[in-house]
């Protein structure tokens, strides 16, 4: 739905944001602000088990223009959604599915889903409104450049955006973890996602040249240094275009399979399973084969973060590929969320020099993290590309993730 080559500048891409809302309102906006995509290095499906996650800012953003109004009315138009402007009375605002029918409607009646797009945006001005924040009307247009639906949480983007936009325009004086907060309550109780933290941090918390480590019981945050460009290293990111479907049933089956794990183990989430006590954590569990699974998931999976940390930290960078690659076969094998075109991303760029590669996000489509040497990266690209034609699949889409901005204000 938007055009996805590699990032422009900020600011000129924030003065066409601008000119864009110019022309939908008939008037400049105040400002302008940014909200990156992310991928997530390690530490998946961690998020809602108290676990670790390590998430990087993407290039890719998503750009508001926005102004206060002083009638109540938020009104949302994306250059990306088709339909026109959304217009919503503030004190109307009431969680999808409620929503779903009445008035979150585009103004030409054509929401792609129950509630539309709007309903992300819209839901964080339920959310800030929820937590008692005096935030009011406003106009926001906008632009983005990060794939939608490929696993690269574009939602968190609009997310944040909207959440930053809004904490400047009415001064709220919110810091960014809290924005992140207020998104993914946006996301879970309005929009009707069970999302975790990490994508909503990662758009509001991420900085240039680094990993953002997040323990997920806490939010206690650190940034890692990560300059593969420095060390002669790319990650490349292999969107598959298979489209995920994370508010389906198979993640809430995955939710509910961890909880009756902690449950059973006695504990108050799985980060709470030592992964020196695996063995006999997963002997406990014998007699239900698919929980053991997902426990032994989450547990070296939180152990493969701190690995990563620690490998970070003594600038072995290399020696991170084995892991993400150990990443994925849990992924594949236990938690059961990959699919044919992530394992043959994986494989196919294994095969052909990568030094790890895992699928990322929620998994059962979107997009696969490739490590590699920076001389190998045309080669692995292609043979990536071949290995999809001669399966059958649509061509991937490959690009650079190179850690960049959190969100922040363009213009
Ligand atoms: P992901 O977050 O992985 O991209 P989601 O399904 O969680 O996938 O979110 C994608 C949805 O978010 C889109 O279908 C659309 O409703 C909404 N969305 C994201 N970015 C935009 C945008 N720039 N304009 C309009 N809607 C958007
Ligand atoms: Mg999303």
Not at 126 to 132: C, D, F, K, Q, V
Request: net charge negative; proline share 5%.
């Amino acid at each position: 739905m938007t055009a996805h080559g590699t990032a422009a500048p900020a600011t000129g891409r924030g003065r066409h944001t601008a000119g864009q809302f110019a022309a939908v309102y008939g008037a400049a906006p105040t400002g302008t602000w940014a909200a990156p995509g992310r991928v997530n290095l390690i530490g998946e499906h961690t998020d809602y088990n108290d676990g670790f996650v390590m998430p990087l800012a993407l290039p890719h953003t998503t750009l508001a223009a926005a102004s206060a109004r002083t009638d109540g009315v938020l009104r949302l138009h994306s250059g990306g959604a088709d339909g026109g402007i959304v217009a919503l009375r503030l004190d109307e605002l009431r969680p999808w599915p409620e929503t779903a029918s009445g008035a979150l409607e585009t103004s030409r009646g054509g929401a792609q889903r129950s509630g539309g797009w709007a309903a992300y945006p819209a839901g964080v001005v339920w959310a800030m409104r929820e937590a008692g924040l005096p935030v009011g009307g406003a106009d926001l247009h906008f632009e983005s450049t990060v794939p939608t639906g490929a696993g690269l949480s574009s939602s968190a983007a609009l997310e944040v955006v909207t959440a930053l936009a809004l904490n400047d325009l009415y001064a709220l004086g919110q810091e960014p973890q809290r924005l992140a907060q207020l998104a993914q309550r946006a996301e879970n109780a309005f929009v009707g996602v069970p999302c975790g933290i990490m994508d909503q941090t990662a758009a509001a918390c991420c900085t240039e040249g680094h990993a953002l480590f997040l323990d997920t019981r806490d939010l206690t945050r650190r940034q890692v240094p990560f300059d593969l460009a420095g060390e002669g290293l790319r990650l490349l990111v292999v969107d598959t275009r298979v489209k995920h479907e994370l508010g389906d049933g198979a993640y809430a089956e995955r939710r509910a399979g961890c909880e009756r794990g902690a449950r059973a183990l006695g504990v108050p989430a799985l980060r709470d399973v030592p992964y020196a006590q695996l063995p006999e954590a997963l002997s406990g569990l014998a007699g239900d084969p698919v929980v053991q699974a997902l426990v032994r998931h989450i547990v070296t999976e939180n152990h493969r973060v701190e690995e990563v940390i620690t490998h970070l930290d003594a600038g072995r960078t290399r020696a991170i590929g084995p892991l993400l690659t150990a990443g994925h076969a849990s992924l594949r094998d236990d938690f059961k969320i990959s699919c044919p075109e992530l394992d043959l991303a994986v494989d196919s760029a294994l095969a052909a020099g990568a030094l790890g590669a895992r699928m990322t996000g929620g998994g059962f489509g979107g997009s696969a993290i490739v490590l590699v040497e920076e001389a190998d990266a045309t080669a692995v690209s292609a043979a990536v590309t071949e290995a999809f034609a001669a399966a059958g699949h649509a061509a991937p889409r490959i690009f650079e993730a190179v850690a960049s901005a959190g969100a922040h204000r363009v213009e």
